[in-house]
Nanobody, 119 residues
Framework: QVQIVESGGGLVQPGGSLTLSCAAS????????MGWYRQAPGKQRELVAR???????YYADSVKGRFTVSRDDAANTVYLQMNSLKPEDTDVYYCNHYGMSDDTPFDSWGQGIQVTVSS
């Protein structure tokens, strides 16, 4: 079984920066893709950024040029560096890892972490 633990959220002023981290633990063979999603109350969860094992990245238009996703395969960890934060970036952010565990595919989510951008 794979566990996902997120960290790094909190309160930041507009224009500020935060870095989110998300580590997978347990019997992990390989992680194909790591991603960050966000969800506001009453809205659908949306993909913010994603990185594959080949280091191919995807960003939502709303965060391009401000957010950077990266991964550390040795630590099974994905990072989201968020710069020039705006109030509209306020959301609960969820981490997702998709890969193989004990030769079986897994698709695991973190518990969610709050990011609040406010003065």
């Amino acid at each position: 079984q794979v566990q996902i633990v997120e960290s790094g959220g909190g309160l930041v002023q507009p224009g500020g920066s935060l870095t989110l981290s998300c580590a997978a633990s347990g019997s992990v063979d390989f992680i194909y893709a790591m991603g960050w999603y966000r969800q506001a109350p009453g809205k659908q969860r949306e993909l913010v950024a994603r990185i594959t094992d080949a280091r191919i990245t995807y960003y939502a238009d709303s965060v391009k040029g401000r957010f950077t996703v990266s991964r550390d395969d040795a630590a099974n960890t994905v990072y989201l560096q968020m710069n020039s934060l705006k109030p509209e970036d306020t959301d609960v952010y969820y981490c997702n890892h998709y890969g193989m565990s004990d030769d079986t595919p897994f698709d695991s989510w973190g518990q969610g972490i709050q990011v609040t951008v406010s003065s």
